[in-house]
């Protein structure tokens, strides 16, 4: 019998479900964003329709005059209202489907959770509901959603009017959600302003379930007074996580950036001092703690948490990268909260 091509293939998952699929892809392998955009607001076009409406419009020849609807995007909806498996989605998973780094899969598969993560409220590129579905697809018990405080105004930071809303928003979604087995857990990346204190005020960050705290700004702030601003941040009560604590890029589109210098002993001193976690950002172009510092925040008794820091759906699976670093570290899984459950990471995160 002869080998089908991609589009001979069976598929019966629809084409909302196909467009989602290649833009979670497209992410996952870090491609450009206005390609990822085209399937995903395809996505969204035609999702309003319903099925009989779009399979009518295949039929007829219309579907390309939907609003929203390329050419691109027609072809893989055709494909897919045919029950075809599209081509463009057969080629996205031979390119981006596959494992994303080799070693970690066993502490990945124990990681129940994400705890930093971003939307559309501030800079991530999705809605809220978007990134919690595509968590619920890749397996997870929980994610907490932490987009940035008001002084990172580049990143359209909340205010605490916003951050309330949002609040709000987190309850319609996890009600939504109910009987799932997946919660959105309410979060903020909070930033640490120059004196170590937080850009958001205690009211608010008492209301929240996760607070990772980060330095996004003075990056090259002399080592002295860095080390006390970290030091003052991570001993704060409500801080959960210490974020990307060097700061540093070592890849990608925004170029390279060099590490804030601290003395990173007694920043981590304080971290195991307080239970704090130090995050391991599985960002590509972060890779962030470096290695050595990672394995001396593991000599120290340092709890960690392997993060994704999502902007957008497709690199919720970037938790393979932390996961292998962390193995490679030899860092005890039990030391890592996100492979807690829900509740143990609450009473940790509340103590």
Not at 38 to 48: E, H, M, S, T
Not at 72 to 101: C, F, K, N
Not at 224 to 245: F, I, Q, S, W, Y
Request: charged letters at 30%.
């Amino acid at each position: 019998m002869a080998e089908q091509t991609p589009g001979e293939q069976a598929y019966d998952d629809g084409p909302v479900a196909a467009l989602r699929r290649i833009a979670f892809l497209l992410e996952r392998g870090r491609e450009d964003t206005y390609k990822v955009k085209a399937f995903r607001g395809a996505a969204a076009a035609i999702l309003p329709l319903g099925e009989e409406a779009v399979a009518a419009a295949v039929a007829d020849g219309t579907i390309r005059r939907v609003e929203g609807v390329g050419p691109s995007t027609a072809t893989v909806i055709e494909q897919a209202v045919r029950g075809q498996r599209p081509d463009r989605l057969a080629r996205a998973e031979a390119e981006h489907g596959g494992p994303l780094v080799s070693g970690g899969e066993e502490l990945h598969a124990l990681l129940r959770g994400d705890l930093h993560s971003h939307s559309d409220w501030s800079d991530g590129g999705s809605p809220i509901e978007e990134m919690a579905f595509s968590a619920i697809e890749l397996g997870r018990e929980y994610q907490v959603l932490t987009d940035h405080s008001p002084r990172l105004k580049v990143a359209r930071g909340l205010s605490a009017e916003r951050l309330a809303r949002q609040l709000d928003v987190v309850d319609a979604v996890n009600d939504h959600l109910a009987g799932s087995g997946f919660t959105l857990l309410k979060g903020i990346e909070v930033d640490i302003l120059d004196d170590g204190s937080l850009d958001q005020g205690d009211d608010m960050l008492d209301r929240l379930d996760v607070r990772v705290a980060s330095v996004h700004s003075k990056l090259k702030m002399e080592a002295d007074a860095m080390t006390r601003r970290m030091v003052a941040a991570v001993r704060n009560p409500r801080v959960n996580v210490l974020g990307h604590c060097t700061g540093r890029l070592v890849t990608g589109g925004r170029g390279r950036r060099a590490e804030s210098t601290f003395d990173a002993q007694a920043v981590f001193e304080a971290c195991a001092e307080t239970g704090t976690a130090v995050e391991i950002n599985s960002r590509p172009e972060r890779r962030d703690p470096p290695t050595r510092l990672l394995e001396l925040a593991r000599d120290l008794g340092c709890l960690f948490s392997i993060d994704s820091d999502a902007h957008a759906p497709g690199q919720l699976d970037f938790l393979a990268y932390g996961a292998e670093r962390a193995e490679a570290a030899g860092i005890d899984p039990d030391r890592i909260v996100n492979t807690w459950p829900k509740q143990r990471l609450l009473e940790w995160a509340r103590s």
